[in-house]
């Protein structure tokens, strides 16, 4: 499966965004899915992550409440919207899938990954 972020860009503080991820060459349904990002200097993190089917969905609890992730297996998509965004949000951000496991919050588990997608907040 190839995935394609967009969406990033450059926000101030308070702002919000809504990321894309495409999919595209398998169907999103045998994939558990996921949302993580890169700050600089820093390890990548998990944002949301899906279950196979999406009958599970986690956040890391930094975002819970300023967030929401989704997925439409049928448009072979998924979104993060992402709002009252903080500079400590500035990362890429890149989707990710793994066929492999159900559900994983480690980005080691996931095989496939987007290109990313810079999102910067200013304070």
């Known amino acids: 499966v190839q995935l394609q972020a967009s969406g990033g860009g450059l926000v101030q503080a308070g702002c919000s965004l809504r990321l894309s991820c495409a999919a595209s060459?398998?169907?999103?349904?045998?994939?558990?899915m996921g949302w993580f990002r890169q700050a600089p200097g820093k390890e990548r993190e998990f944002v949301a992550v899906?279950?196979?089917?999406?009958?599970?969905?986690n956040y890391r609890d930094s975002v819970k409440g300023r967030f929401t992730a989704s997925r439409d297996d049928a448009k072979n998509t998924l979104w993060l919207q992402m709002n009252n965004l903080k500079p400590e949000d500035t990362a890429v951000y890149y989707c990710?899938?793994?066929?492999?496991?159900?559900?994983?919050?480690?980005?080691?588990?996931?095989?496939?990954w987007g290109q990313g997608t810079l999102v910067t907040v200013s304070s």
């Open positions: 899906f279950s196979r089917g999406g009958t599970t969905t």
């Open positions: 990710a899938a793994t066929q492999i496991y159900f559900y994983s919050t480690s980005s080691n588990d996931y095989d496939y």
């Open positions: 060459g398998r169907k999103l349904n045998n994939y558990a």
